[in-house]
């Protein structure tokens, strides 16, 4: 009998190198969006940009911006997609579907969206036709504000 180490004795070099890096691994990228005429003061935008970041959080997301538009951006969607490809991200977290128009479609040709409240996951519809894209991304009509009332908070 030897008391030389049985083989699982010695460190599994790969699975050390993949604990290593997963502790070094950066979490995915998140832009917050909020559509301004929603809120009625400056703390109820501080808020949502407060529950925004908790759910990055929850989600295990890192916020590299916080994109707040108001009527005087017609382009509203076609600036998210624009900063969502230069930042090179695919999550877009919004207080509610009320701040990017009642209507998920509009973000999720082109990333996946999270909800504060009702805490919710749209994922992005891949193989999306170019003429969807070219809707979801057209500037509003002058005049037009998606401000509506929204049903039960921010």
Not at 28 to 48: E, G, H, Q
Not at 90 to 118: E, M, Y
Request: glycine fraction near 6%; charged fraction near 25%.
């Amino acid at each position: 009998m030897t008391d030389a180490p049985e083989p699982d004795d010695y460190p599994d070099p790969l699975a050390e190198a993949l604990k290593m890096a997963r502790g070094l691994a950066q979490p995915d990228k998140a832009v917050i969006y909020i559509f301004r005429p929603l809120l009625t003061t400056k703390a109820d935008l501080d808020w949502a940009e407060f529950y925004a970041r908790q759910r990055a959080h929850a989600l295990g997301l890192r916020v590299v911006w916080v994109l707040t538009a108001d009527n005087s951006h017609q382009d509203r969607m076609g600036m998210l997609y624009r900063l969502l490809r230069q930042i090179d991200c695919a999550v877009v977290i919004t207080p509610s579907l009320a701040h990017v128009g009642g209507n998920p479609r509009r973000v999720t040709a082109f990333a996946d969206l999270q909800t504060v409240d009702p805490a919710e996951c749209h994922h992005w519809r891949t193989r999306v036709p170019r003429y969807e894209l070219d809707e979801a991304l057209a500037p509003e009509p002058q005049g037009h504000s998606d401000a509506r009332a929204s049903e039960g908070g921010v």
